[in-house]
């Protein structure tokens, strides 16, 4: 089994950047396709980007186009979400998920999943 934990989350004003890791232990992450979902209070879990573990396919939610980049770094072990330009509506908690099959959006996709990091961006 694959563990992850995320990092990074915090306070940032609107406007501004933030960069997520999601480390991995245990398994290979390159072995897993990755993704990252948001959960505001009160709302559904939702898809924010993913990424292939064989590299090269990325996929995204509107929402988030142009701003949030997704990246692995494999000497680390690592996903990156950078996310730019910030709004207050992406405060949510930021979620990594692995998973072996590649059906992006949906959260049932994925068997592993992180504690989660807070992302609050004020206004």
């Known amino acids: 089994q694959v563990q992850l934990e995320e990092s990074g989350g915090g306070l940032v004003q609107a406007g501004g950047s933030l960069r997520l890791s999601c480390a991995a232990s245990?398994?290979?992450?390159?072995?897993?396709?990755v993704g990252w979902f948001r959960q505001a209070p009160g709302k559904e879990r939702e898809f924010v980007r993913a990424?292939?573990?064989?590299?090269?396919?990325?996929y995204y939610a509107d929402s988030v186009k142009g701003r949030f980049t997704i990246s692995m770094d494999n000497a680390k072990n690592t996903v990156y979400l950078q996310m730019n330009s910030l709004k207050p509506e992406d405060t949510a908690v930021y979620y990594c998920a692995a998973s072996i099959y590649w059906n992006p959006r949906f959260p049932r996709t994925y068997d592993y999943w992180g504690q989660g990091t807070q992302v609050t961006v004020s206004s």
């Open positions: 245990g398994r290979t992450l390159s072995d897993y396709n």
């Open positions: 990424i292939r573990g064989s590299g090269g396919d990325t």
